[in-house]
């Protein structure tokens, strides 16, 4: 089991950048697979991007493809969401998890436990 703590939100105007981060404790980070959620008030948490172990296969959500860039460095345990370009609906608190496996359309009812989260905010 891995505990994750994530970071690095903020507020930004429309069309800025941001890198969240999430660090996770513990030796087997390297063998999950990561997670980016997000969920903006009043509606469901929603999948943004995932990474295997090697980080050798990321996946996104059509709403942010080409606009962010989930990547890992498993030697400092954390994974990071490179935010370019960013709209006024990207507005929510992001939150990182792991699975054993890359799974291609993932939900938030298959993960457990959920952390504080870091809030995105952006302005038009």
């Known amino acids: 089991q891995v505990q994750l703590v994530e970071s690095g939100g903020g507020l930004v105007r429309a069309g800025g950048s941001l890198r969240l981060s999430c660090a996770a404790s513990g030796r087997t980070f390297r063998w999950y697979a990561m997670y980016w959620f997000r969920q903006a008030p009043g509606k469901e948490r929603e999948f943004v991007a995932a990474v295997n172990w090697s980080g050798g296969s990321t996946y996104y959500a059509d709403s942010v493809k080409g606009r962010f860039t989930i990547s890992r460095d498993n030697a400092k345990n954390t994974v990071y969401l490179q935010m370019n370009n960013l709209k006024p609906e990207d507005t929510a608190v992001y939150y990182c998890?792991?699975?054993?496996?890359?799974?291609?359309?993932?939900?938030?009812?298959?993960?457990?436990?959920w952390g504080q989260g870091t809030q995105v905010t952006v302005s038009s």
């Open positions: 998890n792991a699975a054993s496996t890359l799974m291609l359309n993932p939900s938030s009812s298959d993960f457990g436990s």
